[in-house]
Every structure is written in structure tokens, then in C-alpha cells.
């Protein structure tokens, strides 16, 4: 039967690399949409941002990929007004999207897009596994006119979890990221993490890396990563360093998600680019890439997935560029040349 894909392409340009995306898509499989309104065109249609009929469609999907959602008509500081971003935060929630996956994989074509030197970015391959939904992002806060805190707690069941992604993805090992000479809850997901490599995969390698060593090591020494897993805020910080690696925002793809047997989210990393939404200029290679991980990490098709990054990476090596790299490819040029190689 087809995968059933929910369509959620937001606003500004969401809409436009969705529809580019969808159509790599169909070059390499048989899938049935069902486009859903998030964000700013919710909020327009519907008075709110996440319309319960968009939650139960993702609910009952294969996988879902999302445009962007914002844009300045519904920027505004009065208080209790909706805003697109709630949307989004709002279907994390509502899918459990635990664990967030940041390929990185510099483009051969693009290696001197990227503000690292070439010779310490060729050969890299990696994928941050940050974890989404517990943490100090989560934890109780508390605040009197002389201290705040904010509490960093991870459960057994939390950690074991992110680790099983994380090993699942590894193609030559795990390097667990933690800061566990100073805290306790560094301690026990480190110690947890070494359970669920001891129990269930014997066979990947795992090392181990302070925070501190491990920010050092991404810029110094990128290609020596395989898989980085991580907390929330220690991924937060490490998976935009790492991005910086690859140099361009609409090259960026990312995943984000929960247990097995629920839908993933897949998106680009950037917004809805206001400044030329409606101008059918806006690189789709982020979201076609967000398509490859829907195909490998949504629906367990890595060949598929495989074909549409080197289709991607030979278009560019054919000498494709949107604006945003420089050339003057549209949106649609840019879509064609990477059909044209799958
Ligand atoms: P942005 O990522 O939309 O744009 C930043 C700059 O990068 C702009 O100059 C834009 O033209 C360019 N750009 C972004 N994606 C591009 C693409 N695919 N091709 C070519 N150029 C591209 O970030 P900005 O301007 O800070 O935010 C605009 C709106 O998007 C805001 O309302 C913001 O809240 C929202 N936003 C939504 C996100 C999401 O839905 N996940 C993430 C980031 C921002
Ligand atoms: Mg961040």
C-alpha cells in the first residue's frame, strides 16, 4: 500500500519548496498526500495555529513534512494574540517527537561554502541524535528575587530511548556526549547509555566525550564522527555548530522523531523567507534533502533515500545554484535538475 504522507507546507515559502519536494517524492516511490494547515494559514482560516483536524491527520500518517511557518503579518507583541510558532511546537507535543536528527554531510559541490577550511570538512558524515523533549528544557523552574533554577532530570526510560535511536543510525559508531565529571545526571545517562549498548547493540562501537572536548573536536576534527548523542541542551548548542559545518541555511534538512510506530516530522531548517516568498526563487534543496531523511528515518526506505541525496549532490556538481548559492536558478530549475539525475 502507499505511504501515506501528511502535507503541511505552512506559509512563505514553506508552500513553494513543499510542492518542489513532492515531486522527488514521486520520482522514487508511490505516495498518497494529504495536504493540512499549520501555522499563519491556520491562524487565517481557522482562528488558530494548530487546527485539531491537522493534529489527527499527522496522528494518523506514515510521516509528515512541514514547510515553514511565520511571516510579519502575524508578528505582533499583543498579548493572548495566536502565533504560527505554536503550530509547530504544538505538533511536537502532540507526536511525542523525542529525538531530533541533524545530518551533516558537507556537498562536494559546496565544499568552499562552508566557513571551515576545506581540508578539515572533506570526508565528514555525521548525525547529531539531540534529545527533544526532557532536560533542562523541561524541568522544574523555579524563581524568587534572589535565585532561579532550572531542573536537569532525565528518567531511565528517557535516555534509553534517545540511545536506541542512536544506535539504530550508526553506521560505524556512537559518540555519547555528556559532562560527567561534573554532573549527576551526566552520570546516569552515561551509565544508562552503556546499558542499552550492553543489552541490545554489542556489536556498535561507542566512545565517550565531554561537552567542552566534543565542541572543540566538531570544528577541529569533524570527519571523525559517526553519531553524537546527546542531551537537550547540549544538542541544541552542538547541532547548530555543526550545521555551520555544511555553510548554507537552505541546504539544511532535519528529522525529528518519537517511538516506533508514530509518525516522524520532517523540515528544513530555515523559515518561511518573507523577503522572497511569492517570488519562486527559494532553494528546495533543504526540504528535498528533509525528504531524503522522511524516506530513510519515516518510512524505513534507504535506497530511496540514498537516491535522492546523490541526485542532490550531483545536480550541484552539475553546477546548479539558487540565488542563495550565488547563481540564479529558480525554484523549479532546481527541482527539475535534481529529477533529472534521479
Ligand atoms: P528564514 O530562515 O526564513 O530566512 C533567513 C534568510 O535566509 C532570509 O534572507 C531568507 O531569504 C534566506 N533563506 C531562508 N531559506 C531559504 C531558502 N530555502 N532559499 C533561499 N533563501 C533562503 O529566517 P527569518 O527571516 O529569521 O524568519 C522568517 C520567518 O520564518 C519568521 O516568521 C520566523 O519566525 C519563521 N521561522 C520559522 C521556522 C520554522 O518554521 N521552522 C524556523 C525559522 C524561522
Ligand atoms: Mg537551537
Sequence with gaps: MAHHIVLLPGDGIGVEVVAAATQVLDAVGEFSYEKRLIGGAAIDATGGPLPDETVDACQGADAVLLGAVGGPKWDSTEAGRPRPEQGLLGIRKALSLFANLRPVKPLTALLDASPLKRDRIEGTDLLVVRELTGGMYFGRKERDADRASDENAYTRPE???????????????????????????????????LDVHAREFPNVVVDHMLVDNAAMQLVSAPSTFDV?????????????????????????????????????????????APDIAGRG??????????????????????????????????????????????????????????????
Excluded at 160 to 187: G, H, P, Q, Y
Excluded at 232 to 260: K, Y
Design 281 to 342: 526563487i527559494a532553494n528546495p534543496l533543504a526540504t528535498i534533502l528533509s525528504c531524503a531523511l522522511l524516506l530513510r528515518h519515516g518510512l524505513g526506505l534507504s535506497a530511496e533515500a540514498d537516491a535522492v541525496e546523490s541526485a542532490v549532490d550531483r545536480a550541484l556538481e552539475g553546477g546548479l545554484r539558487t540565488p542563495d548559492l550565488g547563481g540564479d536558478a529558480t525554484t523549479d530549475q532546481a527541482t527539475r535538475a535534481v529529477l533529472e539525475q534521479l
Design 228 to 272: 553524537i548523542v546527546t542531551d537537550n541542551m547540549f544538542g541544541d548548542i552542538l547541532s547548530d555548530e555543526a550545521a555551520m559545518i555544511t555553510g548554507s541555511i537552505g541546504m539544511l534538512p532535519s528529522a525529528s522523531v518519537g517511538e516506533e510506530g508514530t509518525p516522524g516530522l520532517f523540515e528544513p531548517v530555515h523559515g518561511s
Design 159 to 193: 535516555v534509553e530511548r534517545i540511545a536506541r535511536v542512536a544506535f539504530r543510525a550508526a553506521r560505524r559508531k556512537v559518540t555519547n556526549v555528556d559532562k560527567m565529571n561534573v554532573l549527576e545526571v551526566s552520570r546516569f545517562w552515561r551509565e544508562v547509555v
